[in-house]
């Protein structure tokens, strides 16, 4: 039997040469003998991708660690490269895979593992887990910048940064110092809808502000908010009492359409929304009408549904409609983390060592 570094036997399937390397130790009692690397492809639609979030090094670390397929792998040329990959043990893959192309990739009888070096893996995970084939996703990595950026965008809200820059604009306003009808930092309320990874990132984020963070999310228990030192709210208290709502939910059954109108228009005077989760867990239509006759608040939308807003979008006409691209997440060199925390965690399963970043089925169920 084979025993993870705790001593317990794992759930998942170790690599093939784990355990031939372990069979040989036990065998011999030498701590020399050589570990044989485990074949690997970098699969996804996107190759320019795979170039750069395995850029800078990471696909060159990649092949001194595994046998590594020399090309990339596709869905236009997996068949074609079929009996090349019959001893692929491990996949690394990022932007650019779905389910189709998963579940091909389930057809290869030595794949124990899929390392995603992006976040979100809803759209074609459930066919390797249900292969029971381990996927691990960078979402941890993912959740650092968009974290970031939101914490950036609280205190910018908090500060009346967004809406003194439309009125520094106005044609009324020009050469005149406004007054700053704003909060302010110290002692403010920000709510978080969803505790996610993010919003768990974004809590450490504020903890040294001084502010009063409260948290909306139906899953997360009274004993765990008190553990993250968050105060549990009810959705239409964190509308009615907070400065900032930002919203971390992922997109699900029972959050799909669940922001409307009776929740934004409860909001504080000069109040901003801020939405890094998902768009369609908005009623976009009605968020729009409550800022048009609302100029005091603000919503800074990096994600909407769909993606980018349709060109009769109202929230284009809006002043107080802050449009960004879904630009929270990974961007530029940030990139290159998602691949490092899956190459550390593709170590860790080839030595038996316990995972941080393995997704269940489970886990699949509530994840954006």
Known sequence: MI???????PDFPLPLQYVRSTARLSQTGSATAMVERPHAAMC??????????????????LALETVLHPEYVSSQ?????????????????????????????????????????AGSIRAFAKPLLEKNILVVSGWAANAIPVAQFTVSQIILALKGYFR????????????????????????????????GS????????????????????????????????????????????????????????????????????????GATF???????????????????????LTALLDVTYPEPPATDSPFYGLDNAVLSTHIAGSQGNEVLRLADYCLEEFRAWREGRPLQYRITAEMLARMA
Not at 3 to 9: E, M, P, R
Not at 218 to 224: C, H, I, K, T, Y
Not at 274 to 296: F, K, M, Q, W, Y
């Open 274 to 296: 801020i939405n890094t989760g998902r768009g369609a867990t908005v009623r976009e239509n009605e968020l729009a009408e409550v800022l048009s006759a609302r100029p005091d």
């Open 44 to 61: 996804g639609n996107d190759f320019w991708q795979l170039n750069r979030v395995y850029g800078q090094g990471r696909r060159e670390r």
């Open 77 to 117: 040329n997996f068949a074609g490269l079929w009996d090349s990959l019959l001893e692929t043990e491990a996949v690394f893959s990022t932007w650019g895979m779905d389910e189709d192309f998963a579940q091909a990739l389930c057809g290869l009888p030595k794949l124990r593992a899929f390392f995603y070096a």
């Open 164 to 195: 003194n820059v439309r009125e520094a604009k106005r044609e009324v306003n020009r050469g005149r110092m406004l007054n700053v009808d704003a909060p302010g930092v110290a002692g403010a309320i920000v709510a978080l809808l969803g505790c």
């Open 3 to 9: 025993n993870d570094a705790n001593g317990s036997q």
């Open 198 to 269: 993010v919003a768990r990132a974004v809590t450490e984020g504020l903890r040294p502000l001084g502010l009063d963070v409260a948290v909306y999310d139906p899953f997360l228990s009274e004993s765990a908010a008190a553990d993250l030192c968050l105060r549990k709210v009810g959705l239409d208290e964190a509308f009615a009492f907070s400065q900032v709502v930002s919203n971390h939910m992922p997109d699900l059954p029972e959050t799909k359409n669940l922001l409307g109108k009776e929740l934004f228009s409860r909001m504080l005077p």
